[in-house]
Every structure is written in C-alpha cells, then in structure tokens.
C-alpha cells in the first residue's frame, strides 16, 4: 500500500499557524471531544500539533502555556495534561533505559525468526488492513496513507493487535513508529506495554465494541465475538532498574560554540543560549538515527531539518552544514574557531547512541560536546518515576516555574 504525499508541512510557521488556529478550541470543546475519532480528514476535535511537537517544531511549554493563557486553570486542564503525558514518558524512559535496550531487542529477535513462524503471513495481513476486522484494517489504511491515527485509535488498534490478532507488541510498536509521523521512542513504546499490561503489572486496556461504536458515532459497529473478550497481561520483565537522570552539563558562558542540531529538536533559535558566541550550526543527519521509515516519514523528518536549517541561517547569520560523523563536526568547529559543541538534551531514541559515540570520540580530541536542557524537561521529568498521577500535580507549579524563565517563552 504507499503511502501519499505529506498532508503537513513540516516547518515551525506551519506549527504555529495550526496551533493558533486550534487555541480557540483547546479548552472546553477540546475537553468534551477529544475522544471521539472521527476518521481520516475530519481530526477536528484534536489539535494535531504533535508531529510538530514530537521534533520540537513548536514547543510543549509554549503551547500549554498559550492554552493556559487562553482558556484559565480549569478549562485549559485537560490539553495541558494531554500535552504532559509525552513529557511523563520521556521522563520515564529515560530513568528506565533498559526497556528501550529490550524493546528493540525484541523487534530484532521477532524480526530474525519470521520465515519460520507460522503467523508470518497473519502478521503481514495485518500490515496491510487485511483482517477482516473492519474498524483494525481502516486503521492501518489511514495509518499508512496519512501518518496518523487519533490517539483513541492507537489504543484501540494495539488492544486488537494484542489481544484479539495474537501478534507480539513489540512488532505492532515497530509498525506505528515506522508509519507515524509523530512516532516517539517513548510515548509509542511505553503506551504500546501500558496497553500489554506489561508497563503496570496487570493494568491491561481492552478494546471494546460498545466503546468503539459510542467514540466513532457508529462509524464502526464490531459484533462482540469479532475482538478479544478479556485482556490477560503479557508474560515478559516488567521490574527494571531506575538509573538516575543524567546530571545537566554547565554550559560555559563566552565561548566560541557549534550548535549540533537532531531531529529531537528542531527549534536552535529557542534554546536558551544566553552569553554563548554561536560560530556554526551542525545539523545531524538522519541515515545516523538508522530506522526504516516510511518514505513519507523520512520526507517530513528531512522536510523539518531543512526548515531547521534555514532558520538557524536567518537567526546566527553563521554557515550551516550537514556532518555524518564527528570527524566532520570537529573538523567543521576547527574551521570556525569554536571550542565547544552544544546540543539539546539527546533522550533515550535512535539518535542517543550515535551523539554518545561521538561524544566520547571528540571529547578525546578536546572538543567536549555538551547537552543544554530545556526547563520543561529539566522541572518535568524528576517526576516521572511511577504512574502519571505524580507529575500530574506538579502541573500549575511547574507552569507556574516556566513562566519566570524567558528562554522557554515563545519566540
């Protein structure tokens, strides 16, 4: 099935139009509706800012702060913590590396041993909507031909996948990350054990047919034999260690830098750079983040680092490359006189361990390469250590915090 050409434009103006279109919804109506999916085309009822905001095109802080602004405390409660649940995962993976690590360990395994399983071929029908199951195959179709599913329909689909289809997880995560436009390391992965029963440890989600029917308005009406009737939690380690959040390096202040600029974010000109001489920016190409994207994925992602890339020109007025290893990027800050190269927070991802690799091999030539962190992620992710409740009431005090530091404002 191929996949069409992009339906968003992948730049920060594109961001930002959408979401001030999207603002005078984002309380109330929002909060009313935000369930309901009402299939491809006529996403209305959400905002759809999270391609953009899963590259750091547009910011969580500036949206829910505008939200906030715009709406008050109640009415803007719910988009805020709609907004802090990726924050939570991202927070969460990172004190819990280890579930990447076997995450994509398995997909490997799984992938390796597919010629000799006999559900290779129900695995592949699935790919292609070919189940039989009428809401599941629409799914994939509109996963497929746009890059998204309503995050109603993504717990949906993966209960099916689990539960009714049999297939493993971890194959059904490997598919919404290669397809979605947003796809996160850990917002998919987490949310894709959340629905396993393997994230709590008998906290299961179960796709139902009346549910589905009332949230579609009766677009689909599955019989009840059609899908699973109980959701047993998957066998597999659901204890792993919590390692502590890596220590936020000191940005020296009046040094010549390079910026080193990822998919993770795509927003140089807002990270807080104050006193920093900013002689280049080094955008990271995407071939190093190594997986098999969709096309129409990879044309977004390189759509948004070219928009990235323009941008950091306008904003420094300083020559910007494209470098595949660190022997460029410390030949490149060579060039420029720079002594330090300064990124943003790298999270647990496809882009970690080639910044890790290069780290350690520039720093060995006396080029350290340092990870700036942003305050929301910085006051957030402290407190992702259980469930969501626990940031979840940190909310008003951190916005509160965030409102106070002027680099995390829009600019």
Same mark, same amino acid.
């Given at each position: ?5 992009? %339906? ?37 009822? %959400? ?6 905001? $899963? ?23 719910? &988009? ?5 649940? $990726? ?7 990172? #004190? ?10 398995? %997909? ?7 010629? #000799? ?35 109603? /329909? ?10 009714? +289809?049999? +297939? ?21 992965? !987490? ?29 689909? $009406?599955?019989?009840?034999?059609? !899908? /699973?009737?109980?959701?047993?939690? @998957? ?9 502590? =959040? ?12 390079? +910026?080193? *600029? ?15 001489? *900013? ?11 190594? =997986? ?25 007025g300083q020559p910007v490359v494209t470098v595949s290893s660190s022997q460029e ?6 060039? $420029?006189?720079?002594? %330090? ?6 999270? *647990? ?20 390469? @340092? #990870? ?7 006051? &957030? ?31």
């Amino acid at each position: 099935m191929e996949q069409s050409s992009p %339906v968003w434009t992948p730049t920060r103006l594109e961001g930002q139009q959408r979401f001030a279109a999207f603002l005078p919804r984002a309380g109330r109506a929002y909060a009313s509706k935000r369930n309901y999916d009402f299939g491809a085309g006529h996403h209305t009822s %959400v905002s759809r800012l999270s391609p953009y905001i $899963r590259h750091r095109l547009i910011s969580e802080s500036e949206t829910a702060t505008a939200v906030l602004e715009a709406h008050g405390p109640v009415a803007a409660e719910k &988009f805020i913590q709609e907004v802090c649940w $990726r924050t939570y995962w991202k927070g969460w993976l990172e #004190q819990h590396p280890d579930v990447w690590a076997s995450y994509l360990d398995e %997909v490997a395994g799984r992938r390796a041993t597919l010629h #000799q399983d006999e559900d290779a071929a129900w695995l592949a029908a699935a790919e292609r909507g070919d189940t039989g199951i009428e809401c599941f195959d629409t799914w994939v179709r509109e996963l497929i031909s746009t890059g998204y599913l309503h995050n109603h /329909a993504r717990m949906w689909f993966a209960s099916i996948w689990i539960f009714t +289809l049999k +297939l493993p997880w971890a194959l059904g995560a490997d598919f919404f990350l290669r397809h979605l436009w947003d796809g996160d390391p850990a917002s998919n992965t !987490l949310s894709w054990r959340w629905v396993a029963g393997l994230h709590t440890r008998g906290k299961t989600y179960l796709a139902r047919p009346d549910n589905i029917a009332e949230y579609t308005e009766g677009r689909f $009406r599955p019989e009840r034999n059609e !899908l /699973a009737a109980y959701a047993e939690p @998957l066998d597999g380690e659901d204890r792993f260690e919590r390692t502590p =959040l890596r220590p936020a390096d000191t940005i020296p202040k009046g040094r010549r830098a390079i +910026l080193l *600029v990822t998919e993770e974010d795509l927003c140089p000109e807002t990270w807080p750079l104050a006193d920093i001489d *900013v002689r280049g920016v080094a955008m990271f190409t995407l071939e190093n983040a190594g =997986l098999d994207w969709a096309p129409a994925v990879v044309a977004f992602k390189a759509g948004a680092m070219d928009d990235a890339r323009d941008r950091a020109a306008a904003h420094w007025g300083q020559p910007v490359v494209t470098v595949s290893s660190s022997q460029e990027l410390t030949a490149f800050a060579a060039t $420029r006189g720079a002594a %330090v190269v300064i990124t943003s927070t790298i999270p *647990v991802g496809f882009v970690r361990p080639s910044i890790e690799e290069w780290t350690q091999t520039a720093s060995a030539e006396g080029l350290p390469i @340092l #990870q700036l962190a942003r305050g929301w992620d910085s006051l &957030f992710w402290p407190h992702a250590t259980a469930g969501f409740f626990k940031p979840k009431e940190h909310i008003p005090a951190i916005l509160a915090k965030l409102a106070a530091i002027p680099a995390e404002r829009s600019k």
